[in-house]
C-alpha cells in the first residue's frame, strides 16, 4: 500500500503552500501508476518542526509503517515530512530497517546511495532553519511588544487595547473578575463559582462574539461546531483564571522555560496585589483531596448525538462510583435540560460496536455491495460554486493592488483596509475549498470500496486503542441514541450512519446491553438489475393505478427505490465475561 502524506502549516500564508488537493493528486497519479492500494494521512495546520509523535497522521503513518501495512511513501517534497532533521533521521531509519520506498514528487528515493542521503540532509538542515528564522522572527516582535507592556494576540479576559496597544480594563468582564476572586477567598471552588456564574448569565470571554468555536475530531477531521454565544463558564477555567498574575498587573514572558521566564508590569491591574496574594494562598484548600487525575479511553466521543435533544452524548468514567457510561450533555451540568435521555453502559456500548463493524462480516457485505452514491453531488455543485467565487476575489484583489500602485491612492487606508479584508476571505475560502475537494475525493465510489474493505479487515484483536478509534471514526459518521421508557425500565433505539454511505442501521437492545437487534437497514436506492427492474415494475403499476400513462422517458435518472430492510433474526450478542475494557 501506498501512503500519500500531506501536511499544510497552522500559519501558511496566501499562495505560498501546496494545498491539500494537490498533495493528494499527485499521491493518487502515483498510486495509479504503480498500481497500488493508497491511503491518505493528512496533518492540517500542523507545523514540520513538530516531532512525530505530535503530528497525529504522521504519527500513525508511522505506526502503520512498523506493522507492515503500507509499504510505500509519497509525499510532494521533503518538507511535508520534516523541517526538523532529527525527524528525518528517524523518518530515513524506519524506511531502511522496513524497506519501505520513498516518492518525493514521485521519484523513487535511493536510501543506499549516498549522495541522495547527503543532499536529503543538507535538504533538511535547510527546511530546519527556514523553520527556526520564521519562528524567531514573530517571538521577537511579540517579546518586544511584551517588555513595552503593550498587548499582542488574544486578550485577556476582563482587558480591552487602546489604540495604542496599551492594556485598559473593560468594566462589563472585570466585575466578574472581582467577583471570582472574592468568592474563592471565601473558600468556594472554582466548579460551583463557575456555576454560580453562569446561573447569574456572566457572560464568557466568547460571549459577545458572533459567530462559532470549531472543533475538529483528530481521526475522522469531522468538524463540530459551537455558537460563541452558548459557551459557558467551566470550573477549570476559572481555576486559570484565578492564578494568572495578569490580574494583579504582572505579564509573564515564557512561562514553561524558568530560565527565560520574565515578568512585565503593565499600567493597569483588576485585583489589588493583596487580594490575588491571599486568594492564591487559600486556593489549595478549595480543592477536594480526589487523588491523582485518571486519564480514561473514550471509543465513541466525537460522534454520539442524542436523539431526544441533539446534545453530544460523552463517556464519562469514575475511579470510585458505578458511574461508567455514556451520557446526554444535556444531562450533565451547567446544562441539565435533557430530560428523556437514559445514560448506557460504555463497555457494552463499545462492544456493540466492535462486534458490528469488525466481526459481522453482514455489513461488510451490505457496504461493499452499495450502489453508487449522490452524495458528492451537492459537494462538488458548492465546490464549483467556491471556486467561482475565488475568482471574483481574485480579480477584486488585482483591481486593489493597480488602485494601491497608484501613487495618489497608495496612501488610502480605505482601499488599504479592503485589501486586507479580501485577502483574508480569499485565504478562508481556500480553506473552504481544500475541505470540500478531502470530502468529495473521499466520496466518489472508486475509492470508497476500497478505503472500507481495507478499514474493516486491518482490525485484530491485537491492536491499540487509538488505532481501533481511527479505524471505528472512520467507518462511522454518527450515532444516534434514542431512549424508550417502559416502567422502570425501557429500551434503547441506535441509529448508526455510516462515512460516506447513505445507509444505515438501527439497533434495539434493552437495558442489559447485551442482546442488540438488528432492526432495519436503509439505503437509498436499488442494489442491483435485479433490485431495480422490480422497482420500475412497481412504477409502473402505480402510473396505471392513478390512470397516469407511463411513459420510458420517465425513467430518466431513476435509480430505484428507497428500501428499508428488516434483518430478521440478526442480531449481536455480547457475553459479559469477554468484554473488551480499555482502562
Same mark, same amino acid.
Given at each position: ?48 518542526? &513538530?516531532? @512525530? ?19 510505500? *511513501? ?10 526538523? =532533521? ?52 514573530? +517571538? ?7 517588555? +513595552? ?10 482587558? %480591552? ?22 468568592? =474563592? ?7 460551583? @463559582?463557575?456555576?454560580? &456564574? ?11 462574539? +458572533? ?38 498587573? *504582572? #505579564? ?18 483588576? *485585583? ?10 487559600? &486556593? ?8 491523582? #487525575? ?9 460522534? @454520539? ?67 453508487? =452514491? ?11 460554486? +467556491? ?9 477584486? &484583489? ?56 481495507? !478499514? ?7 491492536? %491499540? ?15 444516534? *441514541? ?11 433505539? @441506535? ?78 450478542? !455480547? ?9
Amino acid at each position: 500500500m501506498l501512503a500519500i502524506y500531506c501536511r499544510t502549516s497552522k500559519n501558511k500564508a496566501d499562495g505560498t503552500d501546496y494545498s491539500i488537493e494537490t498533495q493528494q493528486q499527485g499521491g493518487f497519479k502515483l498510486a495509479n501508476h504503480l498500481g497500488l492500494q493508497y491511503r491518505y494521512y493528512v496533518d492540517e495546520g500542523m507545523s514540520g518542526t &513538530l516531532a @512525530i509523535e505530535d503530528r497525529p497522521a504522521l504519527a500513525d503513518m508511522m505506526s502503520d509503517l512498523k506493522k507492515g501495512v503500507i509499504t510505500n *511513501i509519497y509525499c510532494i517534497d521533503q518538507s511535508r515530512i520534516e523541517r526538523n =532533521s532529527t525527524v528525518w533521521n528517524i523518518f530515513s531509519a524506519e524506511c531502511i530497517a522496513h524497506k519501505c520506498k520513498f516518492y518525493p514528487n514521485g521519484i523513487d528515493f535511493d536510501f543506499s546511495n549516498d549522495e541522495s542521503i547527503l543532499g536529503s540532509n543538507l535538504i533538511s538542515l535547510v527546511n530546519s532553519y527556514y523553520a527556526k528564522i520564521t519562528s524567531r522572527k514573530v +517571538k521577537l516582535a511579540n517579546y518586544s511588544k511584551t517588555l +513595552k507592556g503593550k498587548t499582542h494576540g488574544m486578550k485577556p479576559y476582563g482587558y %480591552q487595547r487602546d489604540e495604542n496597544n496599551n492594556f485598559i480594563i473593560f468594566e462589563e468582564e472585570a466585575q466578574y473578575i472581582r467577583k471570582m476572586f472574592n468568592l =474563592s477567598l471565601q473558600g468556594i471552588g472554582s466548579y460551583t @463559582i463557575a456555576n454560580i &456564574l453562569n446561573e447569574e448569565g456572566a457572560p464568557t470571554k466568547f460571549n459577545r462574539f +458572533k459567530g462559532k468555536i470549531k472543533r475538529i475530531n483528530e481521526f475522522t477531521k469531522n468538524v463540530t461546531e459551537f455558537e460563541k454565544s452558548n459557551v459557558k463558564w467551566r470550573g477549570n477555567v476559572v481555576y486559570d483564571m484565578l492564578t494568572n498574575p495578569i490580574y494583579k498587573g *504582572i #505579564r509573564i514572558w515564557n512561562k514553561k522555560d524558568i530560565n527565560k521566564r520574565i515578568e512585565v508590569k503593565i499600567d493597569v491591574q483588576i *485585583i489589588e496585589d493583596d487580594l490575588w496574594d491571599k486568594v492564591n494562598e487559600n &486556593l489549595p484548600k478549595n480543592i477536594k483531596n480526589v487523588g491523582k #487525575r485518571a486519564d480514561y479511553h473514550y471509543l465513541l466521543n466525537g460522534i @454520539i448525538k442524542c436523539g431526544h435533544c441533539g446534545n453530544e452524548v460523552l463517556g464519562k468514567k469514575r475511579p470510585k462510583g458505578n458511574d461508567n457510561s455514556y451520557k446526554c450533555k444535556g444531562k450533565r451540568p451547567p446544562h441539565k435540560d435533557c430530560q428523556d435521555s437514559r445514560a448506557i453502559s460504555l463497555p457494552k456500548l463499545e462492544n456493540f460496536i466492535i462486534q458490528h463493524l469488525f466481526k459481522n462480516k453482514n455489513l461488510k457485505e451490505l457496504l461493499l455491495e452499495a450502489p453508487k =452514491s449522490n452524495l458528492s453531488i451537492p459537494l462538488r455543485e458548492k465546490l464549483d460554486s +467556491k471556486k467561482k467565487e475565488l475568482v471574483q476575489l481574485d480579480k477584486q &484583489l488585482e483591481r486593489l493592488v493597480k488602485l494601491l500602485r497608484d501613487p495618489d491612492l497608495e496612501d488610502d487606508e480605505t482601499f488599504k483596509e479592503d485589501y486586507k479584508l479580501t485577502k483574508l476571505k480569499r485565504v478562508k475560502l481556500n480553506l473552504e475549498i481544500e475541505d470540500l475537494q478531502i470530502k468529495v475525493l473521499e466520496m466518489e465510489n472508486e475509492t470508497r470500496i476500497s478505503r472500507t474493505k481495507t !478499514l474493516i479487515e486491518t482490525y485484530t484483536d491485537y491492536i %491499540q486503542f487509538d488505532e481501533i478509534k481511527r479505524l471505528v471514526h472512520s467507518l462511522i459518521e454518527s450515532i444516534k *441514541i434514542h431512549h424508550s421508557k417502559q416502567n422502570k425500565s425501557g429500551y434503547y433505539f @441506535i441509529v448508526i450512519k455510516y462515512r460516506n454511505y447513505s445507509e444505515e442501521s438501527t439497533f434495539t437492545t434493552d437495558w442489559k446491553g447485551l442482546k442488540w437487534y438488528w432492526h432495519t437497514h436503509y439505503r437509498e436506492k436499488a442494489l442491483n438489475k435485479e433490485q431495480l427492474a422490480e422497482d420500475v415494475e412497481m412504477l409502473k403499476a402505480n402510473y396505471d393505478r392513478k390512470g397516469i400513462p407511463f411513459n420510458e422517458e420517465d425513467l430518466t435518472g431513476y435509480e430505484g427505490n428507497t428500501t428499508v430492510s428488516g434483518m430478521i433474526g440478526e442480531s449481536v450478542d !455480547l457475553n459479559p465475561n469477554e468484554l473488551v475494557l480499555f482502562d
